[in-house]
Each structure stands twice: as structure tokens, then as C-alpha cells.
């Protein structure tokens, strides 16, 4: 099971406080699909996304940036039981999406990035610490499901 320390704890809950789930996570759907192109080959459902303007402007990625920033938020506040939480949605992404878990890392990277452009200076090298743990143990629980 994974370590948290009160420090790392209240750092995630900080730099959570500053996080806007629906911005924010149109913004990491965005750049996952700007900066990783094949990612877009899942979302055939969507419309248009094939440049950045259509992602822009689709209706779709803002909604479901937003869910996936709301499933983050979820585990953001329940530090503990990241692998509990996760176990279906893992599951879901490995039986009925088939979505390569090596692109979660992408996402993972990508959150970081949002973040980081986000905050500046106040993303400091401890809350960068604090959630790169976070996000990898995010990455860890999604990737269940998968054997
Ligand atoms: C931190 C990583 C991720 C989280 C927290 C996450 C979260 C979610 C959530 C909450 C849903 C909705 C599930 C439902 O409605 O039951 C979902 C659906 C989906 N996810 Fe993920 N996801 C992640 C990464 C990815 C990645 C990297 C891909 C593909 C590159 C992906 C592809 C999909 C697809 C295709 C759907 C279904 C979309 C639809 O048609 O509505 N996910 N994800």
C-alpha cells in the first residue's frame, strides 16, 4: 500500500484547492490529443477533433475532460483507497475501451503540464513531488484491470 505523508497530503490538497475541473480538464483532453494524435483514435464519437480549433470548440472534450478531472478529483480526496476507486473504471478502460495504459501516463504527463503552466512559481519542486506521486499511483490503480 502507498505512504502518504502529512506533508505530501496537505501539498495535494493545496495545489487540489487551485485545480478548475472543467478548464482544466479541457485543457489536458486537449494537449493529449494536440500532443499525442493517435490518443484521438478512442474518441471516434466525438465529432470533429481533428485540429486543434475543432478540439477547441468541441462540446464533447470540454464534457468529458471534465469527467475525467472529476474521476482525479475523486481519488485527490480519497488519498487511501486510489486502487479501490479506480477498480472499475480500470476495468472499463481495459475490457470494454481498450485503451493502451501506457497512454495514462501520457495523461498523467500532460496533467502535470497543465498544472505547472497553471500555477508557475507556486507549483513548487515539492508540489511537483507530491503530485507526480499522485498521478503515478493514479497511472498504477488504472492499470488493475489489466492483468
Ligand atoms: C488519468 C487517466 C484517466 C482517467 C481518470 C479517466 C477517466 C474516465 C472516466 C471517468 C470515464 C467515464 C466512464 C464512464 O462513463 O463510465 C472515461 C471514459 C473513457 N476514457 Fe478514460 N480516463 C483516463 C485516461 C484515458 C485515456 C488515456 C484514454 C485514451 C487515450 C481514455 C479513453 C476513454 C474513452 C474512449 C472513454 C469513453 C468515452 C465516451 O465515449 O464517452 N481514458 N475515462
Known amino acids: 500500500m502507498v505512504h502518504w505523508t502529512a506533508e505530501e497530503k496537505a501539498t495535494i490538497a493545496s495545489v487540489w484547492q487551485k485545480v478548475d475541473l472543467e478548464?482544466?480538464?479541457?485543457?489536458?483532453?486537449s494537449r493529449l490529443f494536440i500532443t499525442y494524435p493517435w490518443t484521438k483514435r478512442y474518441f471516434s464519437s466525438f465529432g470533429n477533433i481533428s485540429n486543434e480549433t475543432a478540439i477547441a470548440g468541441n462540446s464533447k472534450v470540454h464534457a468529458h475532460g471534465k469527467k475525467i478531472l472529476g474521476a482525479l478529483d475523486?481519488?485527490?480526496?480519497h488519498l487511501d483507497d486510489i486502487k479501490n476507486l479506480l477498480h472499475d473504471l480500470s476495468h472499463t478502460h481495459a475490457s470494454?475501451?481498450?485503451v493502451d495504459p501506457e497512454n495514462f501516463?501520457?495523461?498523467?504527463?500532460?496533467?502535470?503540464?497543465v498544472l505547472a503552466s497553471k500555477l508557475g512559481p507556486a507549483f513548487t519542486p515539492s508540489a511537483?513531488?507530491?503530485?507526480q506521486k499522485f498521478i503515478a499511483v493514479v497511472v498504477d490503480a488504472l492499470g488493475h484491470g489489466y492483468h
Request: hydrophobic share 50%; no cysteine; aromatic share 4%.
Open 23 to 29: 478548464n482544466d480538464g479541457h485543457n489536458v483532453l
Open 74 to 77: 475523486n481519488a485527490a480526496h
Open 96 to 98: 470494454e475501451l481498450h
Open 105 to 113: 501516463k501520457r495523461l498523467g504527463e500532460v496533467f502535470v503540464i
Open 128 to 131: 511537483h513531488a507530491a503530485v
